[in-house]
């Protein structure tokens, strides 16, 4: 292919939210094979998450170029550009979907780019079916060997090929290691989007940060936010922290930070989380890391990944000094790599990809799902794309070559402000009329 010759790389990077854009982006320049230049294109997929200039600014990553689209819009794109890699970083249905359309728009080619997709952190949920939903790509990437031998044992269970699983590292983990204890110390509650998912919960937690500060005068005690309100993330946050703190009286040592999460650590003495990849982030620069209990150690809360980890702790215990100490070989599983390995991670998959630059041809992407395996399934995770079953566009879907009239783009405007109205205003109001 060109890049051989050139050693200049053409990456197409298709993202659906602000943290998988993040993933996409860092994980294209990390599993470039060596000594290549990269041309970096971004695509985002047009939806409920779509982020906003803030957020795309807040993860800090750049592109040469950058643009909103459908999915149908993608996959014409793909048909002409000649792009060498080609990173997927969706939610599952969305992967299997342009891997249906890539195969459809690539039939009869022998010449295509490297197929590349994987998960943004930690997999807690879904394991099973968000993996079958990546089946496909020629590289799906685990971020820890632990994900790998998982992600392994569930294609081999159903008969699929697992070749594709390749282990790999966290793409954005970096930054000094913790030196030691700070002036003022600092404390960081880094809090999550969807988890917990109820008003009392979030509330629970949001008045123990604010407690400790006060039994903590001499700490400074910061809530890290994901999202302004009205913005969305990678998950739906119907109740933002920054609504609830409202009216609460707070002490001169708590704030809210939004932010680049790497400036925060930096800053950092303890990191507390419910099950945030923040935790992983952590780790990684040996930052004292603390996951809580409070609620639980539950599927639900994602937290019960972090069994084994030394990390788990409440803030009865935190209030009273605690300093949690993490497993060593538990971390090691996690691709958090701390012992000074995060370099080399990512070898297997640069290797992995120069040999399949380098080959003659590439062959088909051939996903697990098919209308002959998955009948009742596939079709409708297709169409919400605007794909019919056999991964061709359905009619009526829109034309790449066609910027949005005025029209269209003030439907489309009025249509995220009546989504994200439903979201956070309306839903909360239905859920607790269910309680009664």
């Known amino acids: 292919m060109p890049a051989s010759a050139t050693q200049t790389l053409r990456v197409a990077v298709l993202a659906d939210s602000d943290t998988r854009w ?10 470039a094979p060596p000594n290549s230049d990269i041309s970096l294109d971004g695509y985002l997929l047009r939806g409920r998450a779509t982020p906003t200039a803030r957020q795309l600014k807040e993860v800090g990553v750049t592109a040469d170029s950058l643009r909103e689209v459908t999915a149908v819009e993608f996959l014409r794109a793909m048909e002409k550009e000649p792009y060498d890699i080609l990173v997927l970083s969706l939610v599952g249905g969305g992967v299997q979907a342009m891997l249906h359309g890539l195969a459809r728009a690539w039939d009869g080619r022998t010449e295509r780019p490297v197929v590349v997709t994987g998960y943004v952190g930690v997999v807690y949920e879904k394991l099973t079916d968000g993996l079958l939903l990546r089946h496909g790509a020629d590289l799906v990437l685990a971020n820890s060997r632990q994900d790998a031998d998982r992600f392994k044992a569930v294609y081999d269970g159903v008969g699929a090929d697992s070749s594709a699983v390749t282990e790999v590292a966290l793409p954005f983990l970096g930054g000094d290691a913790y030196q030691g204890e700070r002036d003022p110390y600092t404390v960081v509650f880094a809090v999550q989007p969807s988890v917990p998912d109820n008003r009392r919960d979030r509330d629970y937690l949001l008045n123990r940060a604010i407690q400790h500060a006060r039994f903590h005068p001499n700490r400074e005690v910061l809530l890290k936010l994901r999202s302004k309100p009205g913005e969305h993330t990678t998950h739906i946050e119907e109740l933002p922290y920054q609504k609830l703190v409202q009216g609460k009286d707070l002490p001169a040592n708590f ?122 399934y596939l079709p409708g995770i297709l169409a919400r794309h605007h794909l019919g079953p056999d991964g061709t566009p359905l009619p009526g879907a829109p034309a790449a070559d066609k910027a949005p009239g005025p029209v269209r783009q003030i439907v489309r405007r009025a249509a995220r402000g009546a989504y994200r109205h439903g979201v956070q205003r309306v839903a909360p109001v239905i859920r607790r009329m269910g309680e009664l």
């Open 22 to 31: 993040k993933w996409g982006s860092l994980t294209a320049n990390r599993i």
């Open 255 to 376: 704030s809210l930070v939004y932010g680049h999460m790497g400036d925060v650590l930096d800053r950092t003495d303890l990191l507390v989380t419910i099950s945030s990849t923040a935790a992983l982030e952590s780790l990684h620069r040996r930052i004292p890391t603390v996951v809580l209990t409070d609620l639980g150690i539950r599927e639900g809360l994602g937290n019960h990944h972090f069994v084994g980890s030394g990390c788990l702790a409440s803030w009865d215990q935190l209030d009273a000094g605690y300093k949690p100490v993490p497993d060593a070989e538990w971390v090691a599983r996690q691709g958090v790599a701390a012992e000074g390995s995060y370099e080399t991670a990512f070898d297997a998959a640069r290797e992995r990809i120069t040999k399949l630059l380098a080959g003659d041809e590439m062959a088909p992407l051939t996903p697990y799902y098919t209308p002959e395996t998955a009948p009742g």
